[in-house]
């Protein structure tokens, strides 16, 4: 398999806008030694004062929006309003960690033993393998914890988000980041690699599709690297009932319409009881059907932006046309117009079966898939018959039976009433096939840390 170029291809057009050269071999060795060279000094440094430098970056993403949503929508389509909204939340991810972190990774007694303690301490260089789907957020999820703990961070950004990287390394250069510290690198597959097997690196993060993080891990396994994975999830919405079932579609749609369903936590798999079944995939229908190819990279309401990438959207048309083929019903959308765009009609799929490759795989991108089942059993057995296990969301006007049926998914985070539980300060991560580990919150700080048992005999 071929490596991809680093470059700019605005979606909406298919045109390639930069192009950049990967990096050569002198400039990995260039990058690993500059950030184990930076280590020492890093992690000596107190926690207030790494504290403070991350602090400073927060400032600097919530400062620089405009600029950065402007870039994201280029390169990936993602509307301004959504992209600017992101980077704002990079921003919080830092500030949080700026002033909750040092409290998070002080040494803990042990309870009823005065002479143990537990430190969290920082263990050296992590490299980061980011996606393009969210360009910051996945970035700052990463970086901040580690920048508190005193870890320095290598950052290899997808192929098709390079100018989003440079903009958060001179991000990190204006915010006094020390130099190697923070090193961003257009690595190739086999240079990450590479990186993964080099003893200066001690762990590995990656956000991506199923098939990198095996790659990955199956790497970091062979040279005993700690490694934390973010993969695909098909996220079940489980809908039991509701006082209005069109403000629940709306609520549905959306969910599923955020970065073109381009989520790993997006809303993949609506299952509905049969006696709102009918009514509610008439509301997302009408909603489908009223939406808009977007005019401008702001984005209006009523409006969708392209997919990522050509490739991307006839990689999704593929998975509904085979499952038109085997009998599904197409309520509507699910088209793509010729030429090199990547504008994907939002679609809504019913009849879904396990014959059909909408059943198993992840649909990424602008499809709602909706069941009807009949018991809250059935929703359970369907919300858990997928190899992901990442989120998942219950509504119902009766909080405890949504509770009862939230506590049975095989999950890492379980919702009630509302899409998703999100803040900086609630971790994320998932289960199964969806990856293990867990960013964000205090959860997010301890990944890539020695927590070392202090013993002192008395």
Known sequence: MSQPAYQVTDPSTGEVVQTFSPATDAEVESALA?????????????????????????????????????IASLEMGKAQSEASGEAEFSGEIFTYYADSGPEMIAPRPLPGNPDARVEYKSVGTIL????????????????????????????KHAENCPTSALAIADIMQAAGVPEGVYVNLFATHEQVASMIADPRVQG?????????????????????????????????????????????????????MENVGQACNSNKRMIVMDDIFEEFVSGLTKRALEMKPRTEGAGAKGEYAPMV????????????????????????????????????APAVLTGVTPEMRAYREELFGPVAVVYQVSSDQDAVQL??????????????????????????????MANVNTPAGEGVD??????????????????????????????VQR
């Open 34 to 70: 500059s950030a184990a060279g930076a280590y020492a000094d890093w992690a000596a440094r107190p926690v207030e004062e790494r504290a403070e430098i991350a602090r400073r970056v927060g400032s600097l993403f919530a400062e620089r929006a405009e600029e950065l949503s402007k």
């Open 128 to 155: 980061g393998i980011m996606p393009w789907n969210y360009p910051f957020y996945q970035v700052a999820r990463f970086a901040a914890p580690n920048f508190v703990v005193g870890n320095t961070v290598i950052l």
């Open 204 to 256: 590995v993060s990656l956000t991506g599709s199923e098939r990198a993080g095996a790659a990955v891990a199956a790497e970091a396994g062979r040279h005993l690297k700690k490694v934390v994975l973010e993969l695909g999830g098909s996220d079940p919405y489980i809908v039991l009932d509701t006082a209005d079932v069109d403000e629940a579609a709306e609520t549905a749609w959306a969910t599923r």
């Open 309 to 344: 990438s050509r490739a991307a959207a006839e990689r999704l048309l593929d998975q509904v046309r085979d499952a038109v083929e085997k009998g599904a019903t197409l309520h509507a959308g699910g088209t793509l117009p010729d030429g090199p765009g990547a504008y994907f």
């Open 383 to 412: 919300a858990n018959a997928v190899d992901y296990g990442l989120g998942g969301a219950v509504w119902s006007t009766d909080e405890e039976r949504a509770v009862q049926v939230a506590a049975q998914l095989e999950v890492g």
């Open 426 to 455: 609630l971790p994320f991560g998932g289960t199964k096939r969806s990856g293990f580990g867990r960013e964000l919150g205090p959860l997010g700080i301890e990944e890539f840390v020695n927590k070392r048992l202090f013993y």
